[in-house]
């Protein structure tokens, strides 16, 4: 697990903890993180385990070191705390708040939800797969996470830096039980899905099994596609930056 921070001795400081989609490690915020600097927040791009290097062992890896992975970083942190989400690190936080949630201030879930116990990103992974290597572009399409606004270098940066998922996680049931965690305000950036769409889907059934219905939460529209780290950087940024300092 790698991060990357800005360090201030101040109490009032606000953390911002990033946390990528399948695939994906602290990298991906590169073009996000430096905008969050420059508005005086500490950010902390997480790799989560299993996400560092194509030649790691990812048979063993259950939802729960992710879920830890991202406690670890927020432990030693002085001051606020806002965790984001991108894609699946979506319900990672949200597991990440249900056993802590005094201790963080706001979630920030970018094309992404919160999930309801229980519930699974791929719940019908045939036995023994350990790992899930990035789709085709075609099949990410079909699938619905929408590739606009990422021009060719960017999606060979993608296709060069991406690791596979770790199946353990991907499958995994999510975990959440303290009721204190819906007191946890949320934002939403709605970048592939319009927000009066996802208002309508925020409910803990199919297709999305999402708690989002139960939380307070402020819908942002940021029209691109699925991966606005890449597609559109510093807007997401200033959308982060708003909703750290909500």
């Given amino acids: ?7 201030s001795s101040s109490d009032q400081q606000v953390h911002v903890v990033l946390v990528p989609g399948f695939w994906l490690g602290a990298w991906a915020w590169d073009d996000v993180v430096p905008h969050l600097e420059a508005a005086g927040l500490a950010p902390h791009a997480v790799t989560l385990p299993g996400l560092d290097d194509v030649t790691t062992d990812r048979s063993g890896l259950a939802r729960e070191d992710h879920v830890q992975a991202v406690r ?12 984001v989400g991108h894609s699946g690190g979506g319900p990672v936080i949200h597991e990440v708040v249900d056993r802590d949630p005094a201790r963080i201030r706001r979630t920030v879930h970018v094309d992404t939800g919160p999930l309801v116990d229980g519930a699974s990103l791929a719940p019908d992974l045939p036995a023994g797969t ?7 572009w075609e099949d990410l399409e079909a699938a619905g996470s929408s590739l606009d606004g990422i ?9 060069a830096r991406a690791v596979p998922h770790p199946a ?28 009066e769409v996802l ?9 999305l099994h999402t708690e989002l219905g ?8 940021l ?15 200033a959308e982060i930056v708003r909703a750290a300092r909500a």
Wanted: glycine residues 8%; aromatic residues 4%; negative net charge.
């Fill in 72 to 83: 670890d970083v927020v432990a030693p942190l002085e001051g606020d705390v806002v965790l």
């Fill in 223 to 237: 029209p691109t596609g699925h991966w606005p780290m890449f597609s559109r950087p510093a807007d997401l940024a």
């Fill in 214 to 221: 139960e939380l307070d939460v402020t819908y942002v529209d």
């Fill in 151 to 159: 021009d060719e270098a960017g999606l060979a940066r993608f296709r």
């Fill in 1 to 7: 697990m790698t991060t990357s921070a800005q360090h």
């Fill in 168 to 195: 353990g996680v991907a499958g995994g049931r999510v975990r959440v039980s303290d009721p204190a965690r819906l007191d946890v305000p949320a934002t939403v950036i709605c970048t592939s899905l319009p927000s």
């Fill in 130 to 136: 350990v790992e899930l290597p990035l789709p085709s």
């Fill in 199 to 207: 208002r309508q889907m925020a409910h803990p059934g199919p297709p």
